[in-house]
Every structure is written in C-alpha cells, then in structure tokens.
C-alpha cells in the first residue's frame, strides 16, 4: 500500500455477500450515503450483485460483482481485486464475508489493511449449516490479523471479545447509521392498504426477516392473548424461509383475519409511522435497526430484552418496555401495557435521532484515518 497523504482521500472499498433484504446489507448502503460528504472516494465489492438495495446505492459509488453466488468461494476473485485496486482500507460487512476478506488478504500478498465489521451477537448465532458452526472457531483463528474489528452494540463487542478470547475493549463500537431526513420524509408516504386508513382498531407492527432468530411464533402466541383482552390488528413485514410456519400457525390460532403477513416492503417506515405499537420478538440480535428506525418514527415499543441492543437501545427501559425472550404471556403483557400507556411521540424520536447518518460516519471516518495512518507509520518505521 503507498503511504497515505492526509490531504488526499482515502480509497475504501466495502465489501459484504450481497444487497439481499436484510438489516447489515440496507446498514451498508446507509453507510455509504452517510460517508458522501466527507473525503473519501468509496467503491462497493459484492461476492453477488443481487437484492433489492441495489437500486439505494449512491450514484456516485462504483459497485464491483466478484460473481461468485456464494461468499465462501470469493476470496480468490477479492484476493485478484486487492492486488489490482489495492484499496487504502477494505471494510468488510457480515462474518463470511470477514472471513473470506481475511483469507482473500494472504492470498492478494498485499498489505491492504482490513477492518472487519460484526453484526451479530457471536455467541447467539447457532447457524443453519456446518459452515455456519465453524464461524466461531476459523473468527478466533483470523480476526486477530485485521487492523480492527468494531461491532455495532457494547453488548455484542463485548459478547465477541469473549467469544475471541480478547481481552476487554480491543473491539470497537460505532452504533449503526439507521436515521436520516429521508427516513423521515419516507415515513410520510401513502399506505395503500385498507387498515391504514382505519383507525377503529389498534395495529401492532413486527419487522423483520422470518428466520428462527425473530421468533415470529412467540409474537402470533402473545398477540393471540392479547385479542382476548382487546381487539387488534398485526402487520408482519418480511420473508424468509418460516414464512409457511407462521401462515398455518396463524390458520392453528385463528388469527387470519387479525394477522397482515405483507412480505418485504422496501419502504416499511410509513407503516411505522402508523402503527400504535412496534414488537421486537427476537431471540438475539446485534443492534436490531428496525428499533431504532421505529422510535426515530415517533412509535412506541416493546421488546425482547435478548442479546443485544434492545436494552442499549432502550436505556434498559427508559423508551420502551422490556420483556423476557420467549415469553408469549410477558410480550402480551407487554404490548397491553404500551397500548395503554401514553407516550410522547417525540421522545421517540429524538431517541432515534441518536443513531444518525453523521454521527457513524464522523466515527468511521475517525476509525479510517486512525487505521491508515497506524499502517503509514508501521511501513515508514519497517523502512
């Protein structure tokens, strides 16, 4: 890598699997709008150029398709990318594609410095297949030749460097850039759906991919109580592969008629803005951005008190309510007690406004330099 003259920008390269419709993945793009005004000349390298995002990508950012379907299998297309671009820093998102980018590095012989970005609770994450059980073991083995790890919660840095046997504070945490003026402006657009526009009734709002991780059944178990007490409604935004399980759980629970399962809504804020309640069921998460983007749209909530960030996020309760995993009859109780409640749809907000654009971006600017200039000051020193 050349040294680096501070009155130049910075290259970066982001690289992650794909822009499939999930929270890092939209978090990506979120970072580069953030990062377009600040001095640093961005590109976007995906195993994949697939997802729904794609069309959100800044105009002025570059994307690059390693065109290889599954992440596991790029690291010799980035190994070839790193040796030809030679980035100043490769960012890279999402724990395969860490692991692919750490590998890619040794093979490319070059000295691109690497800064691996976890979005997940390490120990919470069991995995669907074999390879996902080896994530653990090959992060211990790699992650300690990156020039930075940051995960996005203090729960989940603390909770990974447990899991990599570090010791305390050698990762970093800069909060996910989830709130902007467009998120705002997105959340006053049009619903076109029947309930919308009908006000006779609560509507109560989960988001989210249908994954074992969400635990949609404990949400369609607890609203089920709940309409035994008080007629509601349930807006479901998501898919994924338990979407049959929740149909015919609803179908089990006679909640057909109560229970709205849209898909992926590529603009969920409206709904958001809307709803008299948003519910988090999940298991574990990270730092789940669909909180924040629900408090940043002045609405209530209510959730889980899992492994990680509901409680960072809610000031262990201040703005919002807490509730064990897992628990259908305390995640009723829960959502009674946030339709009962008054709230200040501004609190909300300015809650939400704690995790903008700017304040991320001014973060991994500062992490870029510190990063760039640890590895100028190390070649110049070997020199």
């Known amino acids: 890598m050349e040294n680096h003259d501070p009155e130049h920008p910075l290259n970066v390269s982001?690289?992650?699997p794909s822009l499939a419709g999930g929270g890092a993945e939209r978090i990506t793009v979120n970072l580069l709008h953030a990062l377009e005004d600040y001095p640093v000349n961005l590109e976007l390298v995906l195993a994949d150029a697939t997802g729904p995002y794609l069309e959100a990508i800044p105009s002025t950012v570059p994307v690059v398709s390693l065109d290889t379907p599954h992440v596991r299998h790029a690291f010799r297309p980035l190994a070839r990318y790193l040796k030809q671009r030679q980035p100043d820093i490769l960012l890279s998102h999402l724990s395969h594609a860490n692991l692919a980018a750490v590998v890619a590095r040794r093979k490319s012989r070059t000295s691109t410095p690497l800064?691996?970005?976890e979005h997940l609770t390490m120990s919470a994450y069991q995995g669907q297949t074999f390879r996902d059980r080896l994530i653990r073991p090959l992060a211990r083995l790699l992650y300690r030749s990156a020039e930075s790890v940051v995960a996005v919660s203090e729960g989940a840095?603390?909770?990974l460097e447990r899991q990599l046997r570090w010791k305390t504070g050698r990762v970093s945490v800069i909060h996910n850039p989830v709130v902007d003026a467009s998120l705002m402006e997105a959340s006053t657009a049009p619903l076109d759906?029947?309930?919308?526009s009908d006000h006779s009734l609560p509507i109560l709002l989960g988001v989210g991919r249908l994954t074992p991780q969400k635990d949609f059944p404990t949400l369609l178990r607890a609203f089920a109580q709940l309409l035994k007490e008080r007629p509601a409604r349930l807006v479901i935004l998501g898919e994924g592969e338990c979407r049959t399980e929740l149909e015919q759980l609803c179908q089990q629970l006679?909640?057909?008629d109560s229970v709205y399962l849209a898909g992926f809504v590529s603009n969920p804020y409206p709904w958001m803005h809307?709803?008299?309640g948003f519910v988090l069921s999940s298991r574990w998460e990270a730092l789940p951005t669909v909180l924040i983007e629900a408090l940043a749209c002045g609405c209530p909530v209510t959730a889980t008190d899992c492994p990680n960030g509901p409680s960072?996020?809610?000031l262990q309760g201040a703005h919002g309510?807490?509730?064990p995993m897992e628990d259908p009859s305390a995640l009723c109780t829960g959502m009674r007690q946030m339709l009962e409640k008054e709230h200040d749809p501004e609190q909300c907000r300015q809650r939400g406004q704690s995790f903008s654009f700017e304040r991320a971006a001014r973060q991994y600017m500062q992490l870029f330099q510190r990063v760039a200039g640890d590895c100028q000051d190390s070649t110049v020193d070997g020199n």
Do not use: G, K, S, Y
């Open 193 to 196: 759906h029947p309930w919308a």
């Open 254 to 256: 006679q909640l057909t």
């Open 312 to 314: 960072e996020i809610l």
């Open 321 to 323: 309510i807490l509730v």
């Open 14 to 16: 982001c690289f992650l």
């Open 115 to 117: 800064i691996l970005v």
């Open 274 to 276: 809307r709803a008299d």
């Open 157 to 159: 840095a603390r909770d």
